[in-house]
């Protein structure tokens, strides 16, 4: 019995041992400690996955461009968290990546190792969630557009929400920001048959709505160019998309078109784009359009798809002017991104977690350089 | 075309009445042998079968509960008493299993499922499952319509002249669980006897769960409390029993449910507020009407009419109107009309015919207003061709046309059934061969932006052998059963639960299953013991075999290769002891087999010990129960928790 006692002391004596070294090194430096800390020095590209409803599977996998190789459910092996409930976007700012998760009511923020900062909630004064959606940021704020009609400002220093706003539409959904105003497409996407139509303008300066410009119904994606904003409406799904130029709160010009995602090379002002035809299972048309001009002629770069790819579902354009087109499979299953070169050949792919949304480069030096 | 359904539909109830009117007239001698005789050559399927004394044994509140005993069936459950629970056997989806409630089919034809936690086991006295067809003496055209059949037979007391039975009894546990249920029978002449249920329960379906973040072994987890899970329900049935004569019976039940439960949502990580309700009232009338007209010829009339109403509230979907508030509701109207004739000693036939016409009305998610008639007719023959062999075999026509706004549709299908069997002493093989459809559900066809009015029926075609053996050994009685079978599946349609009350559909292509059952029982009498254990061993693989997909030669989501449950009891006095176990092997929840997609394998244990006594004619009983003894944290569906360790107490009278 005594002898016992004494084998208890000795092991509580080296744990108190142990935690003195512990707590003698720096909490960041044991924090970083860990899987991510393996990927430090490697470049490549991040890919937000949105999972699928109901599973709890939205992920950041991480494709390292030096190895071929791909890492998926990245941000949750290298935080033992998952990231939640549907992610819908992801931005970069600074040296941190943004994401959504919708069904989280969570803004996720990871610095560009992929390890968790914080998790900011997107709930309303009632607990509920807001269903954050989008965001884009500037001047210190990301601004997240969010299911319930508001658009919700968050300090990228305190990653704490500062400020609500209504957008005076319904479920917002894309957003831009040009000339200090921020556009936000109401989509009223979850009122189905009555979809929204309006495109709220916010001066940031003040932080109140403009004024609200009409598009055609259910406007989902906006991105920006200089000054000049472009929001692809969806319409009820039957007819023809169309694409809206709006410029310093008027609508420049609207063209119907067949477009199912855009997005824009801002050295080159290009609006990159491609079409599902839902009839016909080879559809995809990755074409070019001049930012300038949405009525001229487009450039097709590729009119069908690619081997393997069976379900265009995102285009994303790099920073160093490559084309990512998410293929959500069967939108169940694993899906897979293929990168294009600007003139629309097909350089690479690989496969991902499950509906594969948004690719962001890690750090900004060019591919060369790894 | 809405007038004519329903002409056609009081035609053939006018007809029907003609037939029973005369039937009534005939004087007919005593046809109790020729019933004995058909049941002899008809019951030719294996049967599994939960007693009344396995339903004590397992002690649950609801049918959905009890059925994950059967062995062979796989019970979808979104957790604590008001989660919704659907059965699955041999690999086959939920929609494949026909289920009667007192030899008539619960149709649901806006899901195609039924869910078996608004059925509460205290009315039950057995449940018996058939793979193949079930075949009573004069089966529903519908039962034999399906890949396997469910039936819920409820309790018929046998009466002296005047003399009233009863049983009352009362039940608390754990997370504000309480039910109480009145079971009440009076013989009030020598030809009719009146029995009533009333059952009422209520949860607040508060449990704690741990919400793990992620699927790796070191992934953090957080202790949390199953919010908005709970469930109010009551349940009461009025059946007559009327005897014309000693050839022509009836039965009439009206019943009616309600039930107001909160869905708490699939979990999901780092938030969790869900104020989903769903409302849910249905009642029927049942009427069976039972004729022996000659020692040769048996009639029997099936009628129902069936309304159910079900409403579906969420106040945080941001649709612009508050919410969602989305309300249901289906009419049926069914006649069954089955003669059996026996044409030689050996030798019977069966025609029978079901009708039945069912709308759905759901204005702010199925706007084409849908409504089906159908027309299913079998002629089944019954042949003991040779000394310790009989064969059985059955031409099922189904006819269908559904009308929905802006066209119609209809269907026409023929399905053979043959089964061969084979007894000798206490031995028996039978084989069977079943090639049957399923009518795509109006969710699936009509849903807005997700139904599809062009879905294929899914087909299946099964084979399955079975043996079995019974054989006593001093005080122990043995019973065996090993069946084998294969299923085919085209054209399959799978639902991929989104929450609780809505499915994504998703056409699967082809699928192959092969499995296995293996059922032993055992019996031992040494008194003062009686004791009784039954285990049921199932191997089931059902792969995705088209080629084309994407998941080809994986496993289908929700199909576990290995289920085992075991129900054990033991009599001592006053005493019962019962004893429940379950292991579910690990299982997909997506159609891709990766490590993501793993729902774990677990194993859930529950006993429960009774005690009775008789004092001055009426029989007292407390039953103490405990339900997964081992508190292991388990998921069924994905990301919806199962009970932890739970504990309940019931006193009950039995008069």
């Known amino acids: 019995m005594k002898k016992r006692i004494f084998n208890l002391s000795k092991f509580l004596s080296l744990l108190l041992l142990v935690g003195v070294i512990i707590s003698c090194e720096d909490p960041e430096e044991k924090r970083e400690k860990g899987f991510a800390d393996n990927y430090e020095n490697v470049n490549g590209f991040y890919v937000m996955c949105e999972g699928l409803m109901g599973q709890n599977n939205s992920a950041i996998d991480f494709f390292c461009t030096g190895s071929n190789s791909i890492i998926t459910d990245y941000f949750s092996k290298a935080n033992n968290l998952g990231l939640g409930e549907t992610a819908n976007d992801m931005i970069k700012v600074g040296n941190t990546f943004w994401t959504v998760v919708t069904g989280s009511a969570a803004v996720t923020v990871m610095n560009s190792n992929g390890v968790l900062e914080k998790i900011i909630t997107i709930t309303n004064a009632q607990g509920v969630n807001r269903q954050p959606r989008h965001l884009v940021h500037k001047d210190g704020y990301v601004y997240v557009s969010c299911f319930d009609g508001n658009v919700v400002k968050i300090s990228t220093s305190s990653k704490k929400v500062v400020a609500t706003l209504s957008t005076q539409g319904r479920n917002p959904e894309g957003l831009a920001i040009a000339n200090n105003k921020l556009y936000v497409a109401n989509s009223g996407g979850l009122s189905y048959p009555n979809y929204d139509n309006s495109v709220s303008v916010i001066d940031l300066s003040t ?52 477009m199912t995602d855009f997005d824009i090379d801002q050295s080159l002002g290009l609006i990159y784009y491609f079409y ?83 690719v962001i480069k890690k750090r900004s030096e060019s591919l060369a350089n790894n | 075309m809405k007038k004519q359904f329903i002409l056609l539909f009081v035609l053939i109830l006018g007809c029907t009445g003609v037939f029973a009117q005369d039937s009534l007239k005939t004087k007919t001698l005593d046809s109790v042998l020729v019933v004995s005789k058909q049941e002899d050559v008809q019951q030719r399927t294996s049967v599994s079968k939960l007693t009344a004394k396995d339903i004590q044994s397992i002690n649950v509140l609801s049918v959905g509960e009890a059925v994950k005993f059967l062995g062979g069936t796989m019970v979808k459950d979104y957790g604590g008493l008001g989660g919704v629970k659907t059965v699955s056997v041999r690999g086959l989806s939920a929609n494949h299993t026909a289920i009667l409630y007192d030899g008539v089919s619960l149709f649901d034809n806006q899901s195609g499922q039924v869910d078996l936690s608004k ?74 006897i009146l029995s009533t249920y009333l059952d009422m329960s209520n949860s607040d379906g508060r449990y704690p769960y741990v919400l793990k973040y992620g699927s790796g072994q070191n992934f953090q987890t957080e202790e949390l409390m199953r919010e908005n899970n709970d469930l109010f329900s009551t349940h009461a049935e009025l059946n007559w029993f009327h005897d014309f004569n000693k050839n022509n019976t009836l039965k009439l039940k009206a019943y009616y449910y309600y039930s107001n439960r909160g869905l708490p949502a699939s979990v999901t990580l780092y938030y969790q507020n869900s104020k989903q309700r769903l409302y849910n009232e249905n009642a029927f009338l049942q009427a069976t009407y039972t004729s022996y007209i000659s020692d040769k010829l048996i009639y029997k009339n099936n009628a129902k009419f069936d309304w159910n109403f079900t409403e579906y509230l969420d106040p945080h979907y941001f649709n612009g109107m508050g919410g969602v508030d989305d309300r249901y509701t289906q009419r049926l109207l069914y006649d069954n009309n089955a003669v059996s004739f026996q044409h030689k000693e050996n030798l019977f036939f069966t025609l029978t015919n079901d009708i039945y016409h069912t709308s759905l009305y759901a204005p702010t998610t199925i706007d084409a207003e849908p409504e089906r008639l159908a027309s299913l007719t079998a002629l089944v023959m019954d042949w003991n061709i040779a000394k310790h062999f009989y064969i059985s075999a059955n031409a099922l026509h189904s006819f269908y046309l559904d009308q929905y706004i802006g066209g119609d549709k209809s269907k026409n299908h023929f399905s053979p059934f043959v089964s061969l069997f084979y007894k000798r002493g206490n031995y028996t093989a039978s084989l069977f061969f079943k090639d049957i459809f399923r009518m795509p559900t109006f969710n699936e066809m009509y849903y807005r932006q997700m139904g599809d009015r062009n879905l294929k029926p899914e087909k299946t075609k099964q084979i399955s052998l079975t043996n079995t053996y019974e054989f006593s050994y001093r ?28 499915w994504s559909m998703l056409n699967y292509g082809m699928v192959e299953i092969y499995g296995m059952d293996l059922k032993c029982g055992v019996k031992a009498d040494f008194q003062p013991f009686v004791l009784s254990l039954k285990l049921n061993y199932s191997y089931q693989h059902a792969e995705d075999v088209e080629e084309s997909s994407l998941t080809y030669g994986q496993l289908l989501p929700y199909m576990p290769e290995n289920l085992v449950s075991a129900i054990f009891s033991m009599d001592y006095k006053n005493f019962n002891f019962g004893f429940t176990g379950m292991f579910v092997d690990k299982r997909y929840s997506l159609q891709e087999n990766t490590e993501q997609n793993i729902l774990k394998a677990y194993a859930d244990c529950g006993a429960n010990i009774s005690y009775s006594q008789m004092f001055k004619k009426i029989n007292y009983k407390f039953t103490l129960d405990i339900k997964n003894i081992f508190d292991v944290q388990y998921e069924v569906v994905r990301a919806y928790p199962m009970m932890g360790r739970n504990f309940s107490l019931k006193a009950e009278i039995n008069f």
Not at chain 1, 248 to 255: C, F, Q
Not at chain 2, 475 to 493: A, M
């Open chain 1, 276 to 358: 599902v035809d839902y009839a016909d299972s080879k559809s995809f048309g990755l074409s070019t359009l001049e930012c300038s001009n949405i009525r001229s002629a487009s450039t097709l770069l590729m009119k069908d798809r690619p081997e393997g790819m069976l379900m265009p579902y995102h285009v994303n354009v790099m920073e160093d002017g490559l084309i990512a087109v998410t293929d959500a499979k069967n939108y169940t299953t694993s899906g897979e991104v293929f990168f294009f070169t600007s003139a629309g050949e097909k350089m690479f792919s690989f496969k991902t977690s499950v509906n594969p949304n948004k």
């Open chain 2, 119 to 192: 059925y509460s086991i205290s009315s039950v006295s057995n449940i018996l499952m058939a793979n193949g067809n079930f075949t009573p003496t004069l089966p529903t055209a519908t039962s034999l319509a399906s890949a396997s059949s469910l039936s819920i037979e409820t309790r018929k007391p046998s009466l002296g002249m005047l003399s009233t039975k009863g049983t009352f009894s009362i039940s608390y546990g754990s997370f504000n669980t309480a039910n109480s249920n009145l079971f009440l029978a009076h013989r009030f002449s020598s030809k009719d």
């Open chain 2, 475 to 502: 005080d122990f009685f043995f019973s065996t059963e090993l069946s084998l079978y294969h299923n085919d599946v085209k054209d399959k349609i799978v639902a991929i639960p989104r929450n609780v009350f809505l």
């Open chain 1, 207 to 258: 932080f109140s709505v403009d004024t609200l410009i009409s598009v055609r119904i259910n406007p989902t994606t906006v991105k920006s160019y200089g000054d000049n904003v472009y929001v692809l409406s969806m319409g009820d799904y039957s007819g023809l998309p169309m694409l809206a130029h709006i410029r310093n709160n008027e609508l420049v010009d609207s063209v119907y078109i067949k």
